[in-house]
């Protein structure tokens, strides 16, 4: 059996409920805002049984926007972002396992009511993420693309990373949450059915992830957030030894020409506030938390990801790029996760 063959058996036979995976890797600590909670809750119990995913995708400013969910499983994040783009935006939810899909495609309906629309914003399509072209979805025709705890599960990540370029309009971005390893995983624990299926050994190193992110022409990814996933099952444990596996979300912008460093040419934005959920703080990534009528200087790739996306609105932007000062030294290290956990918070899943 091939690898998308042993993942799909896995998605759609062996395992029936979150309550069946073997890591905590859809146990979020992140607190999940108020706002999520209720629209959550109104999220069919059947779809939200079979939630696979490892972090919160949920960028903001959503309303009337167009949105790719590559692997969406039973739909859990497609009706949770139906709610948050409106009833004039659009979710499209890719996954290759019919099981999966089925309980999707089964409360279409029920979400369309629950939800108040005449119609429904919310389509499934069987097909793999790597082949996105099969699925006839034009290029530049994604405002957003989205995706929890899948690419990792993929054979040929490049093809998935390449596909999402290709498919997100400029000034858009793949924001995703996924499995990292601290350093490579071994080939014997690669070819292991259950720790691929469980999102571990089909996890890239983070450095390799970073590399494979700009070759696809995503030149600065940005960190959002992460914490450490910790695994119960002494017989798992025992064969990745020292590996540590981390859940991340991470933000790839596709603009072109953004430089391989933060560079710095004395630019700063002021975040004017009016981005809903976030009135007055801001958070770009990691390292930019952005407080409402103050001053930030940014390096010359945070300022175009900003003023050449959806946020520009919200922004005042001040500088150009005729004097460059050096590299910038406000945008993170390089190793990238922290391995302290933070105190769980709320209930798995
Ligand atoms: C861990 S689950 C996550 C599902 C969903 N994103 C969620 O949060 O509940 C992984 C999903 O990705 C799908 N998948 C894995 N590899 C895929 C591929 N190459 N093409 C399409 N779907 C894939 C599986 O069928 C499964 O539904």
Redesign the pocket.
């Given at each position: 059996m091939n690898t998308?063959e042993s993942?799909?058996q896995y998605?759609g036979k062996v395992l029936q409920s979150s309550g069946d995976l073997q890591t905590d890797a859809c146990c979020s600590n992140a607190e999940v805002p108020h706002h999520l909670k209720r629209a959550l809750s109104n999220i069919h119990p059947e779809v939200a049984a079979r939630?696979?995913?490892c972090g919160l995708v949920r960028p903001e400013l959503l309303h009337g926007m167009r949105i790719l969910d590559l692997?969406?499983?039973?739909g859990?994040?497609c009706y949770l972002l139906s709610q948050l783009v409106g009833e004039q935006g659009f979710v499209l939810g890719?996954?290759?396992?019919e099981e999966?899909l089925a309980v999707a495609n089964r409360h279409l309906d029920w979400h369309r009511r629950k939800f108040g629309f005449a119609r429904s914003n919310v389509a499934f399509r069987q097909?793999?993420?790597?082949r996105l072209d099969q699925l006839g979805l034009e290029d530049n025709s994604f405002d957003i693309i989205v995706s929890?705890?899948?690419i990792n599960?993929?054979p040929d990540k490049a093809a998935v990373l390449g596909e999402a370029h290709r498919l997100l309009k400029p000034g858009g971005e793949l924001y995703f949450s996924d499995v990292y390893a601290d350093r490579r995983v071994p080939a014997d624990l690669v070819k292991d059915p259950v720790l691929y299926g469980e999102?571990l050994s089909g996890a890239l190193y983070w450095n390799d992830f970073l590399n494979l992110a700009k070759r696809a022409g995503f030149h600065d990814p940005r960190l959002v957030e992460d914490r450490p996933l910790s695994v119960s099952n002494p017989g798992i444990l025992a064969r990745i030894g020292h590996i540590a596996f981390f859940s991340a979300t991470y933000r790839l912008f596709k603009l072109d020409g953004l430089e391989s460093h933060c560079e710095d040419y004395g630019q700063a934005v002021i975040y004017r506030g009016g981005i809903e959920h976030a009135e007055r703080l801001f958070r770009l990534d990691k390292h930019h938390l952005l407080e409402q009528g103050k001053m930030f200087p940014v390096c010359g790739n945070s300022f175009r990801m900003l003023q050449e996306t959806r946020f520009a609105p919200h922004f005042e932007f001040f500088g150009n790029t005729d004097i460059h000062y050096g590299i910038f030294a406000g945008c993170g290290t390089q190793l990238p996760f922290d391995r302290t956990e933070a105190p769980v918070s709320s209930g798995c899943c």
């Open positions: 998308k993942v799909k998605y939630y696979y995913g692997g969406s499983g039973s859990r994040d890719v996954d290759m396992t999966q097909g793999y993420i790597e929890n705890c899948v599960l993929s999102c």
